[in-house]
């Protein structure tokens, strides 16, 4: 998911300098570039390493949850809305970016949980599971230095319509995985709030855009 945002930071930035050249509808630049970059995708995406989770927020949960062999899908689906670029002083731009897509669904061929949720009521698991994403929109936001070519800040936004979560063995010999599936499945809104803002407030996100705009440059304009 923050591959696909990044590419995303990336096509932003491609953009702008597409934009100086010949002016068209930002975003349809924006989802021209979005498709050259999912075009060279092959689904499922696998990616590399686990993906891991932890969700920290007082009186809510302290979860930690790592997911082993992941396989995604839905990425190719996503499509560009409602992206605006504003040019203002020298060589300065506030953008938005907004992509959608209908569902993404990710598989984990192994994944561990464990921690505690509302009243230190203890959760843990491990197996298969499925998390699926109605809806899914990645919307970046932040202001760019045009001519240096890098965004200068940037937060994140995620939205869904609705996520089901279905991580199999959760609380083995009990009856909460069920209750623990649809508690995940019922707050997916929430919990990726959760997510957003570790992501915004860790700071990181601005490095990693900018980059991997200097990685994905060269080939491009040079
Ligand atoms: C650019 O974004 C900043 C921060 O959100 C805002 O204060 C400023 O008014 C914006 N400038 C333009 C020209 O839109
Ligand atoms: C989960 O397990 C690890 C390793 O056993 C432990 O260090 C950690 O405190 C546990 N709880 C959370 C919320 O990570």
């Known amino acids: 998911m923050l591959r696909t945002l990044l590419a995303v930071a990336a096509v932003v930035m491609v953009a702008v300098h597409t934009t100086s050249a010949a002016p068209r509808d930002f975003n349809s630049v924006v989802n021209d570039m979005l498709h050259s970059i999912l075009d060279k995708i092959t689904e ?7 993906i891991e989770l932890r969700i920290k927020q007082n009186h809510v949960a302290d979860v930690y949850l790592r997911m082993d062999d992941c396989e995604i899908t839905g990425l190719k689906d996503f499509v560009a809305h409602d992206s605006t670029i504003t040019l203002y002083g020298i060589g300065k731009a506030n953008i938005s970016i ?24 203890e ?23 045009v001519l240096g070519m890098e965004f200068t800040e940037a937060t994140l936004d995620l939205e869904m319509w609705r996520w089901t979560v279905a991580l199999e ?12 599936n649809e508690f995940f499945s019922m707050y997916g809104p929430e919990i990726f709030d959760i997510v ?27």
């Open 196 to 222: 957003e803002n570790n992501i915004n407030k860790n700071g990181k996100l601005v490095g990693i855009i900018n980059n991997l705009i200097k990685q994905y440059l060269p080939g491009r304009i040079r």
């Open 123 to 145: 959760l843990y698991g491990n197996g298969p599971g499925l998390i699926s994403v109605d809806e899914m929109d990645v919307k970046v936001e932040g202001s760019a230095n």
């Open 169 to 180: 063995d959760l609380m083995p010999g009990t009856d909460l995985g069920t209750v623990f």
């Open 98 to 121: 907004s992509i959608k897509s209908p569902k993404v669904t990710l598989t984990t061929g192994h994944y561990f949980i464990n921690g505690t949720m509302v009243d230190h009521v």
């Open 44 to 50: 499922p995406v696998k990616p590399s390493g686990p």
